[in-house]
């Protein structure tokens, strides 16, 4: 088979004109993003990047005095993305990288939002470059276990289940993932009903400890 040409290569990357619905195979060869394999940082003009600080994080940590003590400006964590297609649209795939600050709001760990796929039907890859954390999985029964993540562990999330990450460390923790276009993502079902259980800080040692 022959490929196609591309006009603008011999003088660097063109840009890509329309982001949101593009499916043909010079998506990345156009623009190329590159994934630094020891840090995690994604790099290439169409990464987008998201930051959660402390003041976006209301209610969700079990101790909100101790979190309303931090400068609401404190950053958690930051996400990195690649979105070859739409939001929403089918059948694409998304890429990000998640760095996840130390630190403990009482005797929990600096964690993500956590999140169900607004489509239950979509499941997801995480893939740990850096520090060390927690994969916190809760089925829709609410049963929820973790997995620890360091650098290398991947993570299989099955469709059907909330997600959420825990660094346990004293580095940044960094993971990779992979996931469907169309996934979208349910917050509001974690904010109303949360995890069933926390991973907290008890004698020492990052331990799940269920809701009362
Ligand atoms: C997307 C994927 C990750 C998270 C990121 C932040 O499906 O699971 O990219 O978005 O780790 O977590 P959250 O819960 O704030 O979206
Ligand atoms: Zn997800």
């Known amino acids: 088979m022959s490929t196609s040409s591309n006009p603008g290569s011999g003088s660097g990357f063109p840009r890509v004109k329309d982001d949101s619905e593009r499916n043909d195979v010079s998506t990345t060869r156009d623009a190329p993003i590159t994934v630094h394999l020891k840090t995690g940082e994604l790099s290439g003009e169409r990464v987008k990047s998201t930051i959660r600080t402390i003041g976006d994080l209301g209610g969700i940590f079990r101790d909100e005095k101790a979190r309303q003590v931090f400068d609401s400006n404190a950053i958690v964590y930051r996400v990195q993305a690649f979105f070859p297609v739409g939001e929403g649209v089918e059948g694409g795939l998304f890429w990000g ?13 600096f964690m993500t939002k956590g999140h169900y796929h607004s489509n239950r039907g979509r499941g997801e890859y995480y893939m740990t470059v850096r520090g060390s954390g927690a994969l916190i999985l809760m089925d829709e029964s609410r049963r929820t276990v973790f997995e620890p993540m360091h650098p290398g562990t991947l993570h299989y999330i099955p469709f059907h289940t909330a997600h959420r990450v825990a660094n346990t460390g004293e ?16 917050y509001e079902s974690i904010a109303r009903e949360g995890f069933s259980a926390r991973l907290r800080k008890v004698g020492g040692i990052p331990t799940l400890v269920e809701e009362s």
């Not at 990288?97 to 009482?106: A, C, D, H, K, N």
């Not at 580095?171 to 349910?186: K, M, N, R, T, Y």
Request: hydrophobic share 40%; proline share 7%.
């Open 97 to 109: 990288t998640t760095f996840i600050e130390p630190g403990m709001v009482g005797d929990e760990y």
């Open 171 to 186: 580095s940044v923790l960094a993971f990779l993932a992979c996931w469907p276009s169309d996934s979208g993502h349910d």
